[in-house]
């Protein structure tokens, strides 16, 4: 994959819509992020006392922009498909893989070697695109066009697509259990109009509408 193609502002941000997801109360979790990118949400768990320990994975080292990786309890650069953790067996609370998952070439194997590292209370929070979407559709079916793209839904690393009800039968087909489903929609700011449509006709079209779907899962 051709991730050293991809601007710095592609690693750059706090995912506060993954961080909206923990249990409110949560202090000193020890946090485990697949696919840290800079480690910016890691650094913000761990400033605001969610996370006392947090470690990140990325299998991309952006050797131009070190000065952007923030300073983290241990920073792994490589293949989650590849590497192994031993150090940290049933050790973490919580895992995040915000937009991983489609990126992977087995990620039902990935999610069944990450059992290995979670506490037997513990929680994974994901975040995957919906390829549903209707701007996704239209390009598709109307454009007659799937020309891959620099980031979103047809990001050009992306080896495989999903729609809401395939992400959870990959969950729970590598043995977990759905405890929340939440779609983007939530996250919609100001006057959405997708957000107004889902609202008056009860969310049946809600899968168009969103362009993520995020899920909280245990063992």
Do not use: W
Request: glycine share 6%.
């Amino acid at each position: 994959m051709n991730y050293d193609k991809k601007g710095a502002d592609y690693y750059s941000n706090i995912r506060l819509d993954l961080i909206n997801l923990i249990d409110k109360k949560s202090q000193n979790l020890k946090v485990l992020e697949i696919g840290a990118a800079y480690g910016e949400t890691l650094f913000y768990l761990k400033q605001n006392g969610i996370a006392s320990e947090v470690v990140g994975v990325d299998i991309f080292e952006d050797a131009k922009n070190k000065q952007n990786y923030k300073p983290l309890d241990q920073f792994i650069f490589g293949d989650i498909e590849k590497i192994d953790l031993p150090e940290y067996f049933q050790h973490f609370d919580l895992i995040l893989l915000a937009d991983v998952l489609e990126h992977l070439f087995e990620p039902k194997s990935v999610l069944e070697t990450l059992k290995k590292y979670l506490k037997e209370d513990g929680k994974i929070i994901i975040s995957m695109p919906n390829i549903r979407y209707y701007s996704a559709l239209y390009k598709i079916v109307f454009k007659g066009d799937f020309k891959y793209e620099e980031s979103g839904i047809f990001d050009y690393t992306h080896v495989r697509f999903y729609c809401r009800k395939n992400i959870q039968e990959l969950l729970e087909t590598a043995g977990y259990k759905v405890l929340k489903q939440e779609s983007s929609i939530i996250n919609y700011q100001g006057k959405s109009m997708a957000k107004l449509i889902n609202l008056i006709t009860f969310g049946i079209f809600e899968e168009f509408f969103s362009t993520q779907y995020f899920f909280v899962v245990k063992k």
